[in-house]
């Protein structure tokens, strides 16, 4: 059986290479040389014994998904459509700015949470990604930006937002967080890698204890009578115990603030008693505030906010001593501004059509 080494995240390599009987460094030596260096070649990778590399060769790949596309939005945006073990497409956008470059990569082939204004959601689900699948959007990524010449192509920050609930691939999701922060691997810091939830409250816990990382919750709402409909888990998991698992995160953040993620939809989240809920809401928890103007896709039965709204809501917030930002929408001409990735999931939930916007 052939191994895809792009399935283990630091002890998983060296695990593996004690298993074939080598000596530990040489594990550290080829982590290097696949996420490091991105080679996908063991042929290549000149300062590795002639023998252990023919051992790899009889044994093991690095395999990461298929791009099925790739292509640049006027604004610089990239976006990767890739296709995942199954007949599953996925998407991964890598957001240029001038003082960093993120990229934003998916867990899951679909998901299975439904949200209202979600275009993921709209697809069902389809499964969860392998750590190759996850940490190989960051690898792709890596070797494409890398090989295309000029400043503001690195990528600096990491953000789970694309498809998919990330806290609900815990153990995958993980894997590939700790690659991320591996100094032989992407070395970054946790405070520029991301994990956005719609508010899974163990796997919060679960996070803060393998892997802390700065957090975003998707809030999009200031009451539970409103935030059930837009985000149905949150019936499950309901504001006031979310609220005490963001203060208990606190702890261990590397970020002494929780980002809460409001999608800006005309008429059903964005008034100024709004406004006021959300304020006396989070009060309690040190947080930033990002309002994210919604992005439409074909069926959707919701409209952005206004510009007046946003800005509106954003001041009335600011003025009561909460940061808050306005998320710039980019790469909509190439569908990728958030909530836009759609990629084309086999729905094995048949759910997607269930929810529609005029519902709410
Ligand atoms: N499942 C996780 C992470 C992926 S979604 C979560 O829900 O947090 C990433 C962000 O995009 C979330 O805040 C989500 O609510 C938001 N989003 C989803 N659909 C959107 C849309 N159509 N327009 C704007 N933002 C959207
Ligand atoms: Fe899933 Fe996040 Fe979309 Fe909700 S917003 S359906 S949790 S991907």
């Not at 789970?160 to 999701?173: I, R, V």
Request: charged share 25%; net charge neutral; glycine share 8%.
């Amino acid at each position: 059986m052939t191994t895809n080494l792009l399935e283990f995240d630091g002890d998983g390599l060296a695990r593996f290479i004690n298993d074939l009987g080598e000596k530990p460094f040489r594990a550290r030596q080829l982590q290097r040389w696949i996420h490091r260096n991105g080679e996908g070649d063991f042929a290549r990778m000149s300062d590795l014994a002639k023998e252990f590399r023919d051992r790899l060769l009889g044994c093991a790949e690095i395999r990461a998904p298929r791009v099925l596309r790739s292509g640049e939005s006027a604004d610089g945006t990239y976006k990767w459509l890739l296709e995942v073990d199954g007949g599953s497409a996925i998407e991964s956008v890598f957001i240029p700015e001038s003082e960093r470059g993120t990229l934003c990569i998916s867990t899951q082939a679909g998901c299975a949470l439904d949200c209202s204004f979600c275009s993921t959601g709209k697809q069902g689900f389809n499964r969860n990604l392998s750590v190759a699948e996850i940490i190989g959007q960051l690898w792709i990524a890596n070797r494409e930006l890398g090989a295309q010449a000029g400043a503001g192509r690195v990528i600096s920050n990491v953000v789970l937002m694309g498809m998919g609930e990330p806290l609900l691939n815990f153990d995958n999701t993980v894997a590939a967080l700790r690659l991320m922060l591996d100094d032989n691997a992407y070395g970054l810091s946790r405070r520029r890698v991301t994990l956005s939830t719609s508010g899974i409250v163990p796997g919060i816990d679960a996070l803060r204890d393998a892997c802390p990382v700065a957090l975003a919750v998707s809030l999009h709402a200031p009451s539970d009578a409103l935030r059930d409909k837009l985000v149905p888990i949150n019936r499950k998991y309901p504001l006031r115990v979310l609220l005490d698992a963001c203060l208990r995160y606190l702890d261990r953040a590397p970020r002494d603030f929780i980002t809460f993620e409001y999608v800006m939809l005309d008429g059903v989240n964005d008034t100024a008693a709004h406004a006021q809920e959300l304020l006396a809401l989070v009060e309690r928890v040190p947080c930033k505030i990002n309002l994210i103007p919604f992005n439409p896709f074909p069926g959707t039965g919701y409209r952005r906010s206004s510009r007046e709204s946003i800005s509106a809501f954003s001041q009335s917030l600011n003025a009561a001593g909460i940061v808050t930002t306005v998320r710039k929408t980019r790469g909509e001409d190439i569908d990728a501004a958030c909530g836009q990735l759609a990629g084309q999931v086999i729905d094995r939930t048949r759910r997607a059509g269930k929810f529609v916007g005029a519902e709410i």
